[in-house]
């Protein structure tokens, strides 16, 4: 591994431990990885330039453009880039076309197949950015689910950007366009990684912690997070509002229509009407764990979530979790074979686009595929 | 909702120590009570949570054979465990009914044994703090009364409340004169029969239990009855679950030859209790098991029933479960 | 020329997996209330609790004091807005909102107020502080004693319907019948109450608005955000990727919105604000009680000879908003002499919105129960009487319909369902404790479209990124576009990404009347047979293209191969193409707009619905067993989610006829039963075995893609289905919904 050119004001080892997303004036954790083309790309190849290292998830999400304005904002905001745009960073294949107002560059992709580039930089599913300058020490960075407080006047080098752009780390804004940002602007694509990974230490003492708090250490998806929280926080608003994990959803808030449902210790349970406090040491697992590792399909999903993918079991998508988490549930429990005993069974889950009757044929097949198995799916982060 | 002290009980006498301070109450599966938080119907400033209260004392949790046949079934034991025990379902199917068609699979998952039978109202004006309502606010009022009270109780009610006690188990409960153990801070252990659990709204329909403050329920007793395994739990209601039930009957039958020995009849959703007839018992011991003799018994049963505006059907509706349920337990 | 598919169409129709259906299947899918703002505090709104008057005090010093509390906007304090309590577009496009602007209450559960904290739980418990009394006044609750309100302001019909309509000579019919008869017909109260609360999370920078909204419609809410806090549209942005159900109650920008709007700039940080579920009750709208008054007239041979359908909608102090219950009335059957007639009466209740078929679904219970009432009557069989009445054109105007496979779906559904197997006799069919019923309906709806747009873009590398603003409610947007651009591309919809949700996107109009199909796709179409035009036209051009010198008419693009139709062996990629020229992205964008189509022609899909009912003799408890419905809604864009837009409208259809009903407290004007616990809608069990299919219907005039919308026309025709096989079943005409046990009792 190459590191960057020691920086006089950071003695930190070069390779952060997992836990630690590096900061603000932090040397940048170095990286050699394998684009898809089978190159090594390190950090060393970028020796000189400025780079932004950009997280994204694999799967596409039309909330990313959310973030691409974010990061349009930031790009703005670097000295000698005014005016350039990002218009897209596109996802997939093995080169990203990032679009600007004025010119297309495409830059390789780092496939970090192993997600240990994410690890060192302590992300999740992303996404996140880091802005790294010249000298390889970090000098901005984003992570989702952290506030984003753009840098005023980030200045990536001492250069003065009207001088000749030879220099490195100085350029012209089309420079920076077309010749830095192409030539380090990595994108690295995680595979399905748990959100908790990053949310874990992003956010547990994100907020200021009032005086009535109390640290609260949940087992979400395998892993424990430590929240700050008054005893009167639900479960459901722990997830949602404070581990930055909305995948479980709110419909009612009261226990009458089951779209907060979770795992707790493998049984469906309702985190509305639970409170995190009383949840502490249980194994709580919520849609964004459920695929785990054990009896994930070869795309990464539950035998449910494909299931319910196949069947078109949903609509609106917004009771989706509660039914899957409901369901993987459900067909561990003691009820009859036939649909019958599964729209019973799933009563508890109401779904207003009314894909019932997709429903019950989503999870008569997981059953029917699994007669063998008395013990159903177990997930990884239940076991 | 309020902010609470929150306190984890190691043990019953922990917990119990704890719930004797004013303003204090136990939380379990907490299905009903954080419910009623957010309403600000509950405003507890302390919570004990009893959920590892098993660890000390492991038969709270668990469902337990008692000696002469019955069973013990522990505060903390969940309504699903309970449901899908196969002692309950052999002895006494009508409690394993009684929790299958009531909630939903997650709540059942939640809810304790203790919780159930300690479940408030659904009355739509306890739950809004918008209305006036006597038992949550006493004197201020009922606004059931002259209403929309088309779920409210036709039998037990004053003219101080009509709101219909919600829970189905406690209803099979009190057909199988269940004994509830409870216990003090001081340590002192008593038992309440199931009858004499809850209380008549009469005058003080804030008053529900004759639970003492501080006292915490630890088990269930379902005292051995011969016949308990030809019970059943039949429950109408407007959809076809997850829904409160606008009538309900637990029923047991002890038949000898065509002929009723004994009878246990108890209805749900339209008492202000869980309501055990005697009335409709005697109606049908000594009689043959015939229709007859099971609408003899409906109409004892309801013959006491007030009905306000909106909730007339539910005599001719209880009285037609009583009948379907004593015609289904036969076959 | 430019709006003429693609002569291949292989993704279009398809039963694709839904393409964001994995995010939703693993909790990525992102709402508006989980868009990560940073900084963001939480609002919680402060109702009133009584339903006429005005704010008298506003006690607000505890909740001020109260931990994390930022600001607490009552009626006292909240800032002045340019249009005042005047809505910022005439309604229904614009509402009449509670904004605090004045100390007026027309409702039990109208916002009064906001508190803003640093956490939900703060903003909530504070919010509980408030101490609030009242000037009260006596509401109007009871749409009998109620007054009227006039029925020329925003209840007007939607499109160029006219509140009343006369044909023929309605007395005369009537007169010349063999056989008349009238019926009072009402429907409750509901709310749309889809799973996701409503929610806005809105963030200041400067005088530029972003607003994260769960909507409808984004455009829309960009023009009345705008307005209402008086900065021009361009500085509003509205987004909204996802929206957890719709049904109409989030085609309107409400006051919770504009209400976080304010209090983020009051506060100066981005605000969010989730409604409870009690709060979907009265401020969001919802489908208003209806008491529908239809007199028919027949011969004995089942020739009508007189329709008469008069509808009375309640409304809000605040706005004339009107359910159109008659509307379907006038073109669905052929008698001479026909009126149909709106009223309105003002109550203390929140102002009522379109829900799901507004209009259709209220009416069709009407005209559909009234239409087996008379069937009965005359000793006819259902169907035979309403073939007798068949309309082979616009009933009303006379326009031919652009198409109408009613006879096909009667005739597939009746074959289907068994029907010739029926006993027409009341009660003469029977299991046990159940009496079986068995009914059937006609279902309609209007084939509407708006202008839109879309940007579609060909990569380099031959894949496609197309854009329109739009939204996707569950209705499949994303899926369908993303198959019809493919198509009209000639790529596999793989290569094909659409995005959709950003008033940044071209504009499109609201996702309501179900038009999105029609008019979002007609635009994608256009925008992707754009691009694909300009890379052929480069290709033909290019001297060192394959393609050089070809007409433009004879190239075909499959899988990403531009291709002589001429000369199949002539060919090459998209890539190719562009990598020669420039190497740089091809961009294309299209409106396009209906045409004189809706002046020339009646344009409507139509369905038959067939529902069997099992009603227990002594407990009246009603399951449905099964459900079969066939409809002719032109071409389906994709089999699967059409299937299942169809199906969820049959379920809303269930719930609407057997459970669901909004109370309102008869003295205090509290929506009572303001909760999912006592607020019935249909759960698992409640749901049968549905069949939905389509009959093959090509309608190559009411837009470039052929397709009648779909979102609305299964809520219509179901229920009247079930009331019918509920008289089947046990010889009760229920006419006032829901038809719960105590009415079959």
Redesign the interface.
Known sequence: MTNFRASPHSSRPSFPVAANIPAAGELAPDFAEIDEAGRRVTLQDFRGSPIILAFSSVHWNPAAPERIDDYNRLISRLRGAAGARLLRVEHDGAWRALAFDDAQVTVPVIADGSAELARRYGVGEGPAVFVIDANGVIRWRHVAGEPLVLPENLTLSEENEHETPRVPGAWTRREFVATTLAASFAIAFLPFTRRTDMQAQTLAGAPPAPADTVPVTLRLNGRDVTLQLEPRVTLLDALREYAGMPGTKKGCDHGQCGACTVHVDGRRVLSCLTFAVMQQGKAITTIEGLAGSVGATGDGLHPMQEAFLTHDGFQCGYCTPGQIMSASAMVKEPWGGDDADVREAMSGNICRCGAYTNIVAAIQDVRRGTVSSTSGHSTGAEQ | ??????R?AASIDDATRAASAADTHY?A???NL??L????VETPSH?V?I?ALDRETASLAQVTELPGGGLRLGALARM?DVA?NARVRELFPVVSQSLLLA?????R??ASMGGNILQRT?C??F??T??PCNKREPGSGC?AL???N??HAVLGTSEHCIATHPSDFAVALVALDAIVHVRSASGGERTIPIGEFHLLPGAHPEHETSLRHGELITAIDIPALSFGNRSLYLK?R???????A?ASAAVALDLNDGRIRAARVALGGVGTKPWRSREAERALVGKTAAPAAFQAAADAALREAVVHRYNT?KV??AK??L??ALTQVMA | MSNTRAKSAPSVGAPMNRVDGRLKVTGGARYTAEMPVANVAHAVMITSTIARGRVATMDVAAARSAPGVIAVLTPENAPKLPNGAKPALDPPAGRVLSLLQDDLVHYNGQPIGLVVADTLEHATAAAALVRTTYTKQRPELDMATAPTAPTTGSGKPAGKEPVATTRGDFDAGLAAADVRAEYAYTTPFEQHNPMELHATIAQWEGDHLTMYESSQGIFPARKVVAKTFGVPPENVRVVCHFVGGGFGCKGSVWSHAMLAVMAAREVGRPVKVVLTRRQMFGPVGGRPRTVQHITLGAKKDGTLTAIRHVSTSATSELEEWMEPSAVATRMLYAAPNAVTDHHLVRINMGTPTFMRAPGEASGTFAIESAMDEMAYALHMDPIAFRLKNYAEKDAQTGKRFSSKSLRECYSAGAEKFGWPRRTMEPRSMRDGDALIGWGMATATYPTRRSPASASARILPDGRAWVRSGSQDLGTGTYTVMTQVAADALGISPERVRFELGDTEMPETPVSGGSQTAASVGSAVNAAALAARGKVVQLAIEDTQSPLYGASADDVRVENGMLRLASNPTKAESYGAVIARNGGQPIDAEATEKPGAEAEELSMHAFGAVFTEVRVDHDLGTIRVPRVIAVYGVGNVLNAKTARSQLMGGLVYGIGMALMEETHIDPNLGRYVNASLEEYHVPVNADVPSIDVSTVPETDTRVNPLGVKGIGEIGNTGITAALANAVFHATGKRVRDLPITLDKVL
């Open positions: 909702m309020i902010p609470f002290d929150y984890l939380v599966g907490g299905t954080i419910d938080m957010k309403l600000d919570l949570d959920n699903s899908w909630a939903s699979g997650q709540l998952n939640m659904r739509p004006y739950r809004d918008a209305t606004s002259h209403g929309f088309r779920t109408v407007d959809r076809a679950s997850y829904a409160f606008l059907f001719k509706l037609r479960t009948v379907r």
